[in-house]
């Protein structure tokens, strides 16, 4: 006898229109929390809208304009130290959010990038971003940004490294996802 399972989109769909149901019935009521939220999940997603396009266009371009070699020489497995500096610069200039960070290490990780370096970008795209740094910056001083500076960035490649080894020696890879051209 053939074993049903339940597709995996149904907990998803469930999840949305209970959450929507709330927005409707929060709207309805006026309940604030809610209203809150409704706020809040609608600023975020038009925020979404307006940067994911762009970030895609550019990861599309670096694809198909970066070539392979370009990447393994400076940011794979033999590419030595230097390439942890790539990567602090590559994360410091990512802007938005770090969802954009993730398809961007991604498309590294795809093009030869060591699993250490993708680690490094990925920290230093949450930690250093030129925006976020002017910000706090302005905030807290040039000198509290530089003591977090001379101590994340060392124990964000340290750990990189760290993580990039063991999950190498547990052979660790990311799946590319298959294309259907046709």
């Given at each position: 006898m053939k074993k049903r399972t339940i597709p995996r989109?149904?907990?998803?769909?469930?999840i949305t229109a209970v959450f929507l149901a709330f927005l409707g019935i929060s709207f309805l009521t006026g309940y604030s929390p809610g209203l809150e939220i409704q706020k809040n999940f609608?600023?975020?997603?038009r925020e979404m809208l307006l940067i994911l396009p762009c970030a895609f266009v550019l990861i599309g371009l670096f694809e198909a304009w970066v070539k392979r070699e370009t990447v393994e020489k400076h940011l794979g497995r033999e590419a030595g130290p230097l390439s942890y500096i790539w990567a602090l610069?590559?994360?410091?200039?990512?802007?938005?959010?770090m969802i954009v960070a993730l398809p961007v290490a991604y498309a590294l990780?795809?093009?030869?990038?060591?699993?250490r370096v993708v680690f490094t970008y990925l920290g230093a795209a949450a930690i250093c971003r030129i925006p976020m740094t002017i910000f706090e910056a302005s905030?807290?001083?040039?000198?509290?940004?530089?003591?977090?500076?001379?101590v994340s960035?060392?124990?964000v490649v340290l750990s990189s490294i760290l993580l990039g080894n063991y999950l190498e020696k547990k052979e660790f890879t990311l799946r590319k996802e298959e294309t259907h051209e046709g």
């Amino acid at each position: 006898m053939k074993k049903r399972t339940i597709p995996r989109i149904v907990p998803t769909l469930l999840i949305t229109a209970v959450f929507l149901a709330f927005l409707g019935i929060s709207f309805l009521t006026g309940y604030s929390p809610g209203l809150e939220i409704q706020k809040n999940f609608f600023d975020f997603s038009r925020e979404m809208l307006l940067i994911l396009p762009c970030a895609f266009v550019l990861i599309g371009l670096f694809e198909a304009w970066v070539k392979r070699e370009t990447v393994e020489k400076h940011l794979g497995r033999e590419a030595g130290p230097l390439s942890y500096i790539w990567a602090l610069i590559l994360g410091g200039c990512t802007l938005g959010p770090m969802i954009v960070a993730l398809p961007v290490a991604y498309a590294l990780y795809h093009k030869g990038a060591s699993l250490r370096v993708v680690f490094t970008y990925l920290g230093a795209a949450a930690i250093c971003r030129i925006p976020m740094t002017i910000f706090e910056a302005s905030f807290m001083g040039i000198i509290f940004t530089v003591v977090r500076y001379a101590v994340s960035l060392p124990l964000v490649v340290l750990s990189s490294i760290l993580l990039g080894n063991y999950l190498e020696k547990k052979e660790f890879t990311l799946r590319k996802e298959e294309t259907h051209e046709g």
